[in-house]
């Protein structure tokens, strides 16, 4: 028992506990044979005097009623605010008895102290956050499942049987809808989650209201809130169910907005990829090719020799096999490839972003701000500036003169005859829905190679809104470090030092 105990911080609750190893091995160091445990008494005054001696060689004491308050306090002061998994506050529970040299009550009682640390903890956020909210967002929160206790009990009392389901089901409408999950790739969910955005943001949360609320106690709160019909949160505390709901806006707020930049990558794919294959198909289907093409030219250069006042019908199409047709095909040939092939994909990616997709981006623009710290982006950020001041200019072929346009990778190589054109004066114009396409697809191929930086790691809890904007703020990268279980107190020491010291100019890529 004493090594036990040494070792444990408790004492053996029975024969079972004791590896036969181990009871082989101290028998032969106090020459007893080891069978002689298994007539050893665990219940009794023999084996309370062990405990006690034992108690005093190692300075250890039982516990009292005081200690269990106490323990319980710095349990939900110091662990279970941070930590919402009963395992591990338990285990943080008996690290502080065996610091403080207290016995560990049963393993009953170590289950009420870990709930009620747990609970406490739940209600001191529960009093905490809501009192950083105004009255009217508050109420707004509560409306989301109409948290009115007055107006239930008037129903009942009134016996009013009027009420359909369907009434219900518009009360939590929007509650559903900021919790539904998105769509396939279209306009459609591009705009209804755009929707669902300003829905989220309609709460009004302010910014920082979870800023020191550890990332697995968020998502916890968030997982709750979501799984809870509207009829279960109503009977938490008014203070819980704020809590719970505000932590699912503020989650959804930031899963909606990498939602929509998802989409945004996408759909700026689909944009470039259903015209190359539209006029590639179309290609396919007209091109037939044309061989001899060196023999071609020799017949109807010795036609046109020998017979130059008659004409092309009469003497260039017998000259060669298959006549007009063969010769039709060979310039349909030729205008299927190289140049004409671009501009066509070019016309009608044009045509397929003004007619339908440029809808959606424009909202989507108006709606989320994206940002950069690296200069290499900043071209593509003032075009999306621009982008938006004019986004309701209504049919205008170019931009004012005087303005300036950023120009960034995306308006030089295939795309630049489209993007500047010469107006009727001669003067360099820059078109504006081709300007538009090109800075789409810049700002697609930026967030691609930020989303591959991240690839491999746990998603960035920032909004994807600022997809484009490195880890400015080392304490929230650092919080992520503190709340990764698989990361030891020296790895994240040595992590803070190495982040200090981190040049800018490398923060910067």
């Known amino acids: 028992m004493l090594k036990f105990c040494t070792q444990y911080g408790r004492f053996p ?20 044979p080891a069978s002689e445990l298994g007539f050893y008494e665990w219940s009794g005054s023999t084996i309370e005097y062990h405990r006690n001696r034992i108690r005093t060689h190692l300075g250890f004491r039982t516990r009292t009623t005081a200690d269990a308050t106490k323990v319980t306090g710095w349990l939900a002061e110091n662990v279970a605010q941070a930590e919402r998994r009963s395992e591990r506050v338990r285990e943080e529970l008996l690290k502080h008895l065996r610091e403080e040299r207290i016995e560990p009550p049963t393993p009953g009682r170590i289950s009420r102290i870990v709930a009620s640390a747990l609970h406490n903890a739940e209600v001191t956020w ?9 009255s009217e967002t508050t109420q707004r929160i509560c409306g989301l499942v109409d948290f009115d206790k007055e107006r239930d009990v008037v ?3 009134s016996g ?6 369907a009434d219900d089901d518009n009360d939590f409408a929007l509650l559903a809808f900021i919790k539904s999950a998105p769509g396939n790739v279209s306009l459609e969910s591009m705009m209804t989650e755009i929707r669902k955005l300003a829905a989220v943001r309609s709460i009004e949360l302010p910014p920082g209201l979870f800023a020191d609320v550890p990332a697995k106690v968020l998502a916890a709160w968030r997982t709750r809130a979501a799984v809870e019909a509207p009829s279960h949160m109503r009977t938490h505390p008014r203070e819980l169910t704020v809590l719970l709901l505000a932590a699912l806006i503020h989650e959804r707020e930031r899963e909606i907005t990498d939602t929509l930049v998802e989409l945004l990558i996408a759909t700026v794919h689909r944009i470039k990829a259903r015209p190359d ?22 017949k109807v250069a010795d036609a046109a020799l020998g017979h130059p006042d008659d004409s092309v019908r009469a003497v260039i199409f017998p000259a060669v096999t298959g006549g007009e047709q063969t010769l039709k095909d060979l310039v349909h040939e030729s205008k299927t490839k190289g140049p004409a092939y671009r501009t066509t994909v070019q016309t009608t990616l044009r045509a397929s972003y003004t007619n339908h997709y440029r809808r959606g981006l424009i909202a989507l623009l108006e709606t989320l701000e994206f940002k950069s710290t690296n200069t290499a982006y900043q071209p593509v950020i003032r075009a999306l500036e621009l982008i938006r001041r004019y986004a309701k200019a209504g049919n205008t072929t170019y931009y004012p003169r005087g303005e300036t346009v950023p120009e960034h990778r995306g308006t030089s190589g295939a795309w630049e005859d489209l ?13 504006r829905m081709v ?23 746990p998603a960035s809890p920032r909004p994807a809104a600022d997809a484009l904007h490195v ?10 470090l503190a709340d990764d279980d698989r990361i030891s107190p020296g790895v994240w020491t040595d992590a803070r030092i190495a982040l200090v010291r981190m040049p800018v100019v490398w923060r910067d890529i």
């Not at 529960?126 to 105004?134: D, G």
């Not at 993007?419 to 078109?431: A, E, H, P, W």
């Not at 396409?437 to 991240?454: G, N, P, Y």
Request: glycine content about 6%.
């Open 126 to 134: 529960s009093l905490r956050i809501p009192s950083r909210l105004s």
């Open 155 to 157: 129903s009942e009392e």
């Open 160 to 165: 009013d049987g009027d009420q359909s389901p």
């Open 277 to 298: 294959s539209k006029v590639t198909k179309e290609l396919i289907n007209a091109f037939k090719r044309v061989t001899g093409k060196e023999n071609i030219l020799f």
């Open 471 to 480: 880890f400015d703020d080392l304490d929230t990268a650092l919080r992520q």
């Open 435 to 457: 300007y538009e396409i090109v800075t789409f697809q810049a700002l697609r191929d930026a967030l691609r190679c930020k989303e591959q930086a991240r690839n491999g790691g």
């Open 13 to 32: 609750r029975g024969r079972s506990e004791l590896l036969d190893q181990v009871v082989e091995h101290v028998a032969k160091q106090v020459q007893v």
């Open 419 to 431: 993007v500047f054109k010469n107006d009727k004066r001669g003067r360099r114009r820059v078109v």
